[in-house]
């Protein structure tokens, strides 16, 4: 949409949409809702007649929790790296170990590991002003510069590797003759051609040496950044487009044709796209010429850009018409239709940014909702043809007011986004959107401007990440990587921010914001940078910071002397050397008396940590996924980490080790909880109050472990039997039953391979001939004892008994890592007779941890 015109809406596309209202499920009948507005926003440059308000809630509730789609996305491997997102949302992301731990580690440490988290989380400090609207403002490839353009034709290019000068204030204003303020080095300013109204974009060469920039008419200028020339080049991208050089004094008359609202440099820097009046341009630079022209929308086009970094063959294009086009140059010669359409908004897009893959773009639409999209979901050109007349947006709404009144859709019927993000205002201006740098976010977040004051940055699941308020930026005078003030007074005025860009190195935003609020009436513009401030945001100095964390340490380790008698696993202290020569002065110091004169047995079990490997499978003991639920399973998986040294382990490895307390309960480190037995199956178990009849599966003693250095078994107790049989008499019969004669053993399971089709056809065919047409969906039957006693029915690995395992059943030859651990209850003379590999099964190796590199006694 142009800055003069309002957004009409066609009389064929109202007709047509009117027709279908009653058939769509997502279509809002005013007169059915009492509380609908009476009337829709009508605006004119901010007016508003009939209005009300609504809950925005209703439509686009917050996101607090990541949802499905985005999750898949994050895990798809095409936003990052994978490990240090799954630590991130399990809360194992230490950056403070990363940073520890890179100078160690045999690759590499990729500076996502460490960056991932570290947002720009402060309102931000003004750092330049014009008297003036600035329309663009964005970092370099290589952030090196700076650029911005505003409405009074003059373009800025700023040094970012220069520091932040802090000598600043007034005086700087003073010395500016347009009003420019800046505390950044300035590297030049450009006087631009003169044009419409204002400069709509600009972009920078991958180089850093040339800069184009449109102003709503049909030729694009391109100038030098490095040198004091002003010497500015005209691009025409009129039809037939003329050779560069000096214009005839009636080229402004020509340029009434059409205006150019985007420009983008390919990725070699040898060519540029342009759109404009509903056209898409492309112009060869090196032979000065435009190579392709595309009319390819029905209103104006806002946003244009390369789907890709490498090929540039693929081109998006985002209208008022409220579709992103896709166009493929290669088959532009058969065929002027795109290749696809990316429809779902039902206002114009204001906005297209590309990720950069040829695959992922995202779009900012005047229905105030930010949608990502996947090519290769989107929609075909017949697909297009059959809506592309029906008006799904609101009557006479003109973006450029102050509020947005309530839709009639609530989303397109052909609706093809992989992902919506709403919270931001688009409204005022063209607000634009980007994705994060890939070097140190993998491009897993997605920020944009918003006319309400706020820039809005979601994680790509479309949970909302950090908000950061520009009606709290800081003066100018102060230095932007400063502590904060302890009070800050937000700013009356919310600025409206247009653009935001991200530094591809750094935690940092620069913002672009408007001060006006009526066009025309007020303008000016500041840019302010938002840096992440973790440290100072305490308003202390590190120095205070760290005495800090001194005295914390001081107090956790008094508060675990006070404990250390009797916490399970625990070292023994180094002084004095045990309770009993403890003298009075000792427990004064260690504000403790001595522990009860209990017999501190660990039931062979060393003291401290330790891991326990499986010497039939080579496998350890895990707690599942790491998690500390009641009832998670322990299970056999391969080792995580193989150093043995506290210090040099990882936190995320904890789930492979376990302690004995003083009952013989193993427990879990990670989890903190015991281990329970359950139908054989290892768990952890929280402990509960008594409940009856006790005891029963939720309330009952721990079973106690011990471990037989000799014969490297391991053994299971219980005070009662392990399955807790529900009814009074089956209790009681259970005071008298086999259980008791029974030695419980940990013992891994044998898995086998799974059969391939071929190996199960002659089963596959007895069970079609025996069970007819229910080997294709029949209802399931219930085995019976008999059946299952009889060999009518097969049970799984992990179903059939130590003592009933044939010597097939014996093979463990899966490919799956996991492998299941039971408590299986063995007689003296089963335990005697079982096969080698079934003794190998019951033998364990224990690995205790220590702190330093070198063996020590007593270890």
């Known amino acids: 949409m142009t800055i003069f ?46 209005s009300r308000p609504w809950n925005r809630s209703e439509w686009w509730p917050k996101r607090t929790e990541p949802q499905k789609e985005g999750l898949e996305l994050l895990y798809s491997g095409e936003f990052g790296r994978l490990l240090h997102q799954i630590q991130a949302r399990e809360g194992q992301h230490n950056v403070a170990r990363n940073l520890l731990n890179r100078g160690t580690n045999a690759r590499p440490t990729p500076k996502e590991d460490i960056t991932c988290e570290i947002l720009p989380n402060s309102s931000g400090t003004a750092v330049a002003s014009y008297p003036a609207n600035a329309y663009v403002g964005q970092f370099s490839s290589d952030s090196a510069f700076y650029y911005t353009c505003v409405r009074n034709f003059r373009l800025h ?73 002003t010497e500015q080049i005209p691009i025409s991208f009129r039809d037939p487009a003329p050779s560069r050089g000096r214009r005839a004094w009636n080229d402004w008359e020509d340029d009434e044709q059409f205006g150019i609202w985007s420009c983008k440099f390919s990725a070699d820097g040898n060519e540029v796209i342009a759109g404009g009046s509903s056209m898409i341009f492309v112009y060869d630079l090196i032979a000065n010429k435009r190579t392709v022209k595309i009319s390819g929308h029905t209103d104006d086009v806002n946003s244009c850009c390369w789907a890709d970094t490498a090929s540039g063959n693929v081109l998006i294009s985002a209208s008022d018409d409220t579709f992103v086009k896709v166009w493929d140059r290669r088959s532009l010669a058969a065929t002027r239709k795109p290749s696809g359409v990316l429809i779902g908004h039902t206002e114009g897009i204001t906005y297209v940014s590309a990720k950069g893959d040829g695959r992922y773009v995202i779009s900012n639409g005047k229905d105030q909702i930010l949608r990502l999209w996947d090519l290769r979901m989107m929609r075909s050109n017949s697909e297009f043809e059959a809506v592309a007349k029906q008006d799904y947006g609101i009557p006479h709404f003109d973006y450029r007011g102050d509020n947005y009144p309530r839709p009639r859709y609530r989303q397109h019927p052909l609706d093809c986004s992989v992902m919506k993000y709403t919270g931001h205002e688009v409204l005022r201006t063209l607000i634009r959107c980007h994705f994060s740098p890939v070097e ?47 009070d800050i007074t937000p700013s009356r005025i919310r600025p409206c921010v247009r653009d935001v860009s991200w530094h591809s190195q750094e935690p940092i935003l620069m913002s672009t914001g408007w001060l006006g609020r009526r066009w025309g009436l007020s303008e000016g513009s500041v840019i302010a940078r938002h840096e992440w401030k973790g440290l100072s945001k305490l308003r202390n100095k590190l120095e205070d910071y760290v005495e800090k964390q001194k005295s914390e340490r001081a107090d956790r380790a008094q508060r675990r002397a006070v404990r250390r008698g009797t916490m399970p696993g625990s070292f023994e202290p180094a002084s004095p050397a045990s309770p009993a020569d403890a003298s009075d002065d000792d427990e004064a110091a260690m504000q403790t008396v001595p522990p009860l004169a209990a017999e501190l047995n660990t039931y062979g079990f060393p003291q401290g940590y330790f891991m326990l490997r499986s010497l039939g499978t080579n496998r350890v003991l895990d707690v599942s996924e790491g998690l500390s639920d009641d009832g998670t399973p322990i299970i056999l998986w391969p080792m995580n980490e193989t150093s043995l040294v506290e210090s040099m382990r990882r936190p995320d490895c ?8 003083t009952s013989g309960a193993l427990c879990s480190r990670s989890a903190g909880h015991a281990i329970d037995v359950q139908d054989e199956n290892l768990v952890i178990r929280h402990r509960k109050p008594v409940t009856y009849p006790f005891p029963n599966a939720e309330s009952h003693p721990l079973p106690r472990f011990a471990y037989y250095p000799d014969t490297r078994e391991l053994t299971v107790t219980f005070a009662y039997d392990p399955f807790y049989p529900a009814s009074p008499t089956s209790r009681r019969e259970s005071t008298s039953s ?49 059946q299952v006693f009889d060999g009518q029915i097969d049970l799984n690995e992990s179903e059939i008994a130590e003592q009933d395992r044939n010597e097939a059943e014996e093979i463990d030859d899966s490919p799956n890592w996991l492998r299941p651990v039971k408590a299986i209850g063995l007689t003296a003379e089963e335990a005697a007779s079982a096969t080698e590999k079934a003794k190998l099964r019951r033998q364990w190796e224990i690995l205790p941890l220590r702190h330093t590199r070198r063996l020590t006694a007593g270890i």
Not at 18 to 26: F, G, K, L, N, S
Not at 194 to 207: E, F, M, N, V, Y
Request: proline residues 5%.
């Open 5 to 50: 015109a309002s957004n009409e809406v066609s009389t064929i596309g109202a007709a047509a949409a009117a027709e279908d209202d009653d058939d769509d499920p997502d279509y809002v009948d005013e007169e059915e809702d009492e509380e609908e507005d009476v009337g829709y926003y009508t605006y004119g440059l901010g007016s508003q007649a009939h």
């Open 440 to 486: 140190t976010t993998g491009q897993q977040y997605i920020y944009s401007g918003s006319a309400d004051g706020k820039i809005h940055i979601w994680s790509l699941d479309g949970r909302v990440v950090q908000v950061l308020d520009r009606s709290h930026t800081l003066s100018m005078a102060l230095d932007p990587s400063a502590p904060e003030p302890v």
């Open 738 to 786: 086999v259980w008791k004669t029974k030695t419980y053993y940990l013992s891994s399971v044998p898995l086998r391979k799974p059969p391939t089709l071929i190996d199960n056809a002659s089963a596959l065919l007895n069970s079609a001939v025996v069970g007819g047409m229910s080997l294709f969906g029949g209802p399931k039957t219930n085995a019976t004892p008999e």
């Open 157 to 229: 290019v700023y040094d970012m590797t220069a520091p932040i000068k802090h000598t600043v204030g007034r005086q700087l204003a003073q010395e500016s003759s347009d009003g420019h303020a800046t505390t950044m080095e300035v590297i030049k300013t450009i006087q631009a051609a003169p044009g419409r109204w204002t400069i709509t974009d600009s972009h920078l060469s991958p180089d850093n040496q040339r800069m184009i920039y449109a102003s709503i008419s049909s030729t694009v200028y391109m100038c030098s950044t490095l040198d004091a020339s």
């Open 654 to 661: 904890d789930n492979q080790v376990f302690f004995i307390d």
